[in-house]
Every structure is written in C-alpha cells, then in structure tokens.
C-alpha cells in the first residue's frame, strides 16, 4: 500500500485567511446597510456572517481532517470536511429564509434609501476583498482536493455576485426612485444563495456516500496500467473512492504465475508509487495474482 506523504501543504491558513475576510466584510457590509438603510445591503451583511460562521467550521474541520489514522478511523479522518461542507449548505439556506422575511416586510412597508454613495463605496470594498480571497480558496482548494476550501471560495464567489446585484439595485433606485427594487434585489439575492446551498448539500452527500474519483482521474490511471499490459500483466477490480482531500484507488494486479514474489512485488511498488505521483492525496493498495488460476478472475465483473 503507497500512502501520500505527510508534508503536503496545510489548508488551515487558508480557513484563517477566510475568517479574517469574513470579519472585515461584515463590518464593512454592515456599515454600508446603517449608512443607508437598504435591505439589499442588509442581505448582502447577512450572508458574509454565514460566511463567518462557515469559516470557523472550515478551520475546525480541516484541522481535525488533518489528524493521522488511529484505532478507531483507520482511513483517516479526512471525511470531517463533509461536516464543514453540511453546515455551510444549511447555513446558507437559514440566511435566504431571513433574507427572504426582511425583504417581503420592506415590500410591505417601503423606505427611502439615505446616503448612497458612501453605502456603495463600502459595499464595493467588501466585494473586491470577498473576490480576492475566493480566487485564492478556489485555487488551494483545487491543488489540496480539499472540499471544505472549494466549498467556501464557491460559496463567496456567490456573495460576490450578491453584492454586485445588489449595488446595481441600489443604483437603479438611486436613478428611478423606485423604492421597491431594493427588496425585489433581495430576493432575488435570497433565490441564488438557496441553488448554492443546495448544490453545497449535493456534493456534500455525493462525498458521504463514497462516491468514485473523477473521470479524468480514472483515466490518469487507465494510461499507468496501459504501459504494463506489454508486459502480459493484466488488472482487474478496480475501485476509488473520495473522502474529503484523500482519495482511495485499489485493485487486482494479474502477474504471471511464473514471476518471482520480488519481481510481482516490484512492479505493484511501482505502480502504487506512479499513481500516487500522478494523483497527490492518494492511497493506492495493489493486491497481487496470478493470472494462470481462475480464482484470481473472480472479481473481475467488480472493475470500473
């Protein structure tokens, strides 16, 4: 069995760095709705405190993805990433029920919108800083495969085109006077951040559910076998699965029944070792055959 090396990359810093963003945005967003009492702009604060929230689960659940195989999680702990991802989906359907409430009581009881160019420059500053840091979660959590990080960069990205509907609402009522496009914005506001925490609980689920690799990295594997094959080596029973930033490949290596142990030994060590080269965060466990008994087809109508 090859196992991934130690000394990858933490993405706690990451979660902090997510936190710290989500803190400064509220401040600002919350500053921009006090400014001018617009429930867009009150949305749009909402949201960046489930960004908050979601932030220190991040950083909980990575950090505790991030402990080594005991007796009682043999696998790891990697799957904790799932809990993060879970609690950012509901998290965010909780914000769009709120939002969705204070917009309907603004249609119903309008109010002007004060000091708008102050409002909008503070909301601008957030959203800059929100599409910032999303960028950066977005490409660590692609290189880390790690869940959590792709979830909250998606999920900021989001708040990103929240915020810029919102200034655009808030502009059009600053040009027409027209009161009610401010909760209209917000619940259109409320209608996006419902698909994304719904999409959230999908993958989320699809993770729980020990769902397989990617297709382009199956057949990153397919070309590794390709290249043994000349050698009258077959393979067999092949299944992966995903658990948060880990990924597991096993299968049947069919020798020749005439090899010696080192020699089948050798090449299952150098299989294990391209796939795990090729697919950083993988466990790769080989089990070897010969080909000659028919025994070791058995699990043949197994592989993928």
Same mark, same amino acid.
């Given at each position: 069995?090859?196992?991934?090396?130690?000394?990858?990359?933490?993405?706690?810093?990451?979660?902090?760095?997510?936190?710290?963003?989500?803190?400064?945005?509220?401040?600002?967003?919350?500053?921009?709705? +006090?400014?001018?009492?617009?429930?867009? @702009? *009150?949305? =749009?604060?909402?949201? !960046?405190?489930?960004?908050? /929230?979601?932030? &220190?689960?991040?950083?909980?659940?990575?950090?505790?993805?991030?402990?080594?195989?005991?007796?009682?999680?043999?696998?790891?702990?990697?799957?904790?990433?799932?809990?993060?991802?879970?609690?950012?989906?509901?998290?965010?359907?909780?914000?769009?029920?709120?939002?969705?409430?204070?917009?309907?009581?603004?249609?119903?009881?309008?109010?002007?919108?004060?000091?708008?160019?102050?409002?909008?420059?503070?909301?601008?500053?957030?959203?800059?800083?929100?599409?910032?840091?999303?960028?950066?979660?977005?490409?660590?959590?692609?290189?880390?495969?790690?869940?959590? +990080?792709?979830?909250?960069?998606?999920? @900021? *990205?989001? =708040?990103?085109?929240? !915020?810029?509907?919102?200034? /655009?609402?808030? &502009?059009?009522?600053?040009?027409?006077?027209?009161?009610?496009?401010?909760?209209?914005?917000?619940?259109?506001?409320?209608?996006?951040?419902?698909?994304?925490?719904?999409?959230?609980?999908?993958?989320?689920?699809?993770?729980?559910?020990?769902?397989?690799?990617?297709?382009?990295?199956?057949?990153?594997?397919?070309?590794?076998?390709?290249?043994?094959?000349?050698?009258?080596?077959?393979?067999?029973?092949?299944?992966?699965?995903?658990?948060?930033?880990?990924?597991?490949?096993?299968?049947?290596?069919?020798?020749?029944?005439?090899?010696?142990?080192?020699?089948?030994?050798?090449?299952?060590?150098?299989?294990?070792?391209?796939?795990?080269?090729?697919?950083?965060?993988?466990?790769?466990?080989?089990?070897?055959?010969?080909?000659?008994?028919?025994?070791?087809?058995?699990?043949?109508?197994?592989?993928?």
């Amino acid at each position: 069995m090859h196992s991934p090396s130690k000394h990858r990359p933490s993405a706690r810093s990451y979660a902090a760095l997510s936190i710290m963003a989500a803190l400064l945005t509220i401040a600002l967003k919350f500053g921009a709705y +006090l400014y001018t009492g617009s429930v867009g @702009l *009150l949305s =749009d604060a909402i949201e !960046s405190i489930v960004n908050l /929230v979601a932030a &220190g689960a991040a950083f909980w659940a990575l950090s505790y993805a991030a402990k080594p195989p005991d007796a009682e999680h043999t696998f790891g702990h990697s799957k904790a990433e799932y809990f993060s991802s879970a609690l950012e989906g509901i998290l965010i359907l909780v914000a769009a029920v709120s939002i969705a409430i204070a917009a309907v009581d603004r249609i119903l009881h309008p109010q002007p919108i004060a000091q708008v160019g102050v409002g909008l420059g503070l909301a601008l500053i957030a959203t800059f800083l929100n599409g910032a840091v999303a960028s950066i979660l977005l490409q660590a959590g692609r290189r880390l495969r790690s869940i959590t +990080l792709r979830a909250d960069a998606h999920h @900021l *990205l989001t =708040d990103v085109w929240t !915020s810029v509907g919102v200034v /655009v609402g808030i &502009g059009l009522v600053s040009i027409t006077h027209w009161t009610i496009l401010d909760p209209i914005v917000a619940l259109l506001v409320a209608a996006n951040i419902v698909w994304t925490g719904l999409r959230l609980l999908r993958e989320t689920g699809s993770g729980l559910l020990d769902s397989a690799i990617s297709n382009e990295d199956q057949q990153a594997i397919a070309l590794i076998l390709s290249e043994h094959q000349a050698q009258g080596v077959r393979f067999h029973a092949l299944r992966t699965r995903v658990a948060g930033s880990r990924c597991f490949v096993s299968f049947h290596v069919l020798v020749p029944g005439a090899w010696t142990v080192q020699r089948g030994h050798d090449l299952c060590e150098a299989i294990e070792q391209a796939i795990a080269l090729a697919l950083p965060g993988t466990d790769v466990t080989t089990h070897l055959e010969p080909i000659e008994d028919p025994i070791s087809w058995d699990d043949e109508m197994h592989s993928s």
